[in-house]
């Protein structure tokens, strides 16, 4: 910065320039858990279809055990019935016991034949269970990947900030306390932009442009002379 004479102007570009990569870094810092949520959704959404198949699959598992319940049930009954027949002497009593045990053993029927298609069923769920946790897994892994690439590029920024931080600080030590009060004021009230060059005689903070007397003045960088707008340290940077 041979064209800057004063020097605190000139710790104050470099302060300012320290500044503005601090606050790209927290920046992109804060973006983080938006990019982390973001290529999640496809791990979230593999996992919310395993555990639909997982319901389907334990209900229709829990709708064939109740079945096989019944089942059981029915040809108990079955069973205490045809048990009855040697007891039977009456051939009205007989008919109408025989009846009965038509109706269970139609029943039986329909059970046995309800437990066939859950059966079936269990099998095609089980085969989407089986491709949906696959699907996790492979999901799983892409986010782990991409996660363990963005926790390294975290901790490149954190290292970055550190340093940075660090130099601003040994900057901020050699400016006059004033001077640097007032630029901190500026970082704070001008959207972290404190200390600005000049182009083509218009604040390029503000955008307003320079008086020529003061745009003469700027020019030589000799000196802290402020934006009337903007109140923004001005500076002039040759082509």
Not at 1 to 6: A, G, L
Not at 79 to 94: A, C, D, M, V
Not at 170 to 175: D, G, T, V, W, Y
Not at 221 to 232: A, G, M, T, V, W
């Amino acid at each position: 910065m041979e064209y800057i004479s004063n020097d605190q102007l000139k710790l104050l570009i470099q302060i300012q320039e320290k500044d503005s990569y601090i606050s790209e870094i927290v920046d992109k810092q804060k973006t983080i858990p938006d990019i982390l949520a973001s290529i999640k959704g496809n791990l979230d959404k593999a996992q919310a279809e395993l555990s639909n198949a997982n319901q389907e699959y334990d209900k229709a598992s829990k709708d064939r055990r109740d079945l096989e319940g019944e089942l059981k049930s029915t040809e108990d009954k079955i069973r205490k019935l045809k048990e009855r027949i040697p007891e039977i002497k009456k051939n009205t009593e007989y008919h109408a016991l025989l009846k009965e045990i038509t109706v269970f053993e139609k029943e039986k029927s329909d059970i046995e034949e309800k437990i066939l298609i859950l059966l079936e069923k269990l099998d095609t769920l089980k085969d989407v269970k089986s491709k949906e946790e696959h699907t996790v897994k492979e999901e799983e892994t892409k986010f782990l990947e991409k996660k363990g690439k963005i926790e390294a590029d975290f901790n490149h920024l954190s290292n970055n900030l550190k340093e940075l931080e660090s130099q601003k600080a040994s900057l901020s030590a050699l400016i006059d306390t004033k001077i640097l009060a007032e630029y901190n004021r500026l970082i704070h009230t001008r959207r972290g932009l404190a200390v600005v060059s000049i182009q083509n005689e218009h604040c390029l903070g503000c955008h307003i442009r320079i008086p020529p007397q003061i745009f003469s003045e700027i020019r030589k960088n000799d000196k802290i002379i402020s934006c009337l707008s903007c109140q923004r340290i001005l500076y002039w940077k040759p082509a």
